[in-house]
Each structure stands twice: as C-alpha cells, then as structure tokens.
C-alpha cells in the first residue's frame, strides 16, 4: 500500500511485468516499421517514463519528439483538452507513432488527431501503455497496446495523481475504502 495524498493505492501491476510488456512492444514496432521513415511523438507528461523504456528497445533509425496536453485534474477527466507545449518537428511522409500511457475516455487523442492533418505525414499510428476499453467514448484505432485494464484509477508508471506518484515503477491502482 501506498499513499498520495488523501487516498490510498495498491500494487497492481509489478515493475518486471510492465518491463516485459513494454520490451514486448517494441519488437513489434521494430517489425512493423523496419523500412519506414518513423517519428515517435511522445505526449507528456504521462508518457514520460513507458517513451524511455520503450525506446531503449527501439533499434529501427527513428526520430523522437514531444508533445504536451492536458485533460485530467485529481482523478477524473475535465473534458477539456488543453495544449500546453506544441509539435515542433517536421512529420512530412513520416510514420507517426504516437506514444501515450493510457488511454481512457479517448478524448485526448480525439482532440489531438486532426492537429496533424496538416503536417502531410504518411500515417498516423497510436501506441498506448494502458487503455480502459469501458471507459472509451471516442472513436480510435489503437494499434499497440500494453494493457487493457478495467475502468479504476491508476497512479505510477508516468501516471500521477495531482501530480503525484508519477517515478514509480510500477503501477498501483486506487484502493476500494
Ligand atoms: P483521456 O483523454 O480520457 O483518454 O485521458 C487521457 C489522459 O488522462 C492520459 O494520457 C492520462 O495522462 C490521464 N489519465 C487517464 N486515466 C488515468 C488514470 O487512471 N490515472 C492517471 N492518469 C490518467
Ligand atoms: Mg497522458
């Protein structure tokens, strides 16, 4: 058990098996992709420690860059999609691959998507570390995902609860008292 803030959080799943998950991944990617021209678009800040796991394991040539947006306050999604450090790499017939740690409502990303309309890039793709299939409320193809986990909250990994717990290297999830 652990405590941020006011609530409590319970392992959930351990730092090894998020490491083989992640290494996993990214042979595929490095299949997938072996004679494409790629740039891996991280979004911050969540995706911060899953982008450098998984690029460790990334040995196709590629390009990394970030972006950041923000939608959540405590443990649940505003609604609201905010942009608060924009794309500064030029994408033009790249094969994106847009890097999150998790996947909820699927506004995020929803919102995200048409901003890279006019950057002329050859395709768009979304690997995501964790979604939470029930809690979807929009359209997207998630073509690597780590985890499918239910609908609960999760702080570690990347993932914070107001602004805490994100240096854990393994994910806890919020306890049920
Ligand atoms: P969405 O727009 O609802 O898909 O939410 C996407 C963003 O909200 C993710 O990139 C996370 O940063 C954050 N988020 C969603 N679920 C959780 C959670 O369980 N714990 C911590 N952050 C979360
Ligand atoms: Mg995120």
């Known amino acids: 058990m652990i405590t941020l803030h006011d609530k409590s959080f319970e392992l959930f799943i351990p730092a090894q098996d998020i490491q083989n998950c992640v290494q996993h991944l990214a042979q595929k990617i490095n299949a997938d992709f072996e004679s494409k021209q790629v740039v891996f678009l991280s979004i911050l800040n969540g995706a911060f420690m899953f982008t450098a796991d998984l690029l460790k394991h990334i040995t196709i040539p590629c390009e990394i860059s970030f ?3 923000a939608s959540y306050q405590g443990t649940k999604s505003t609604g609201e999609v905010k942009t608060l450090m924009g794309l500064d790499t030029d994408l033009l017939n790249k094969h994106v691959i847009i ?7 699927g506004k995020t990303l929803h919102a995200f ?4 309309k006019p950057t002329g890039a050859a395709a768009v793709h979304i690997c995501t570390f964790l979604t939470k299939p029930t809690a979807l409320q929009y359209p997207l193809t ?3 995902v ?8 999760v702080v570690g990994y990347g993932m914070d609860y107001d602004g805490l717990g994100r240096q854990l290297d393994a994910l806890y999830v919020l306890a049920n008292n």
């Open 67 to 69: 972006v950041k947006l």
């Open 99 to 105: 890097i999150e740690d998790i996947v909820d409502t």
């Open 113 to 116: 998507l048409p901003c890279l």
């Open 142 to 144: 998630l073509k690597y």
């Open 146 to 153: 780590g985890i499918e986990i239910e609908d609960r909250f």
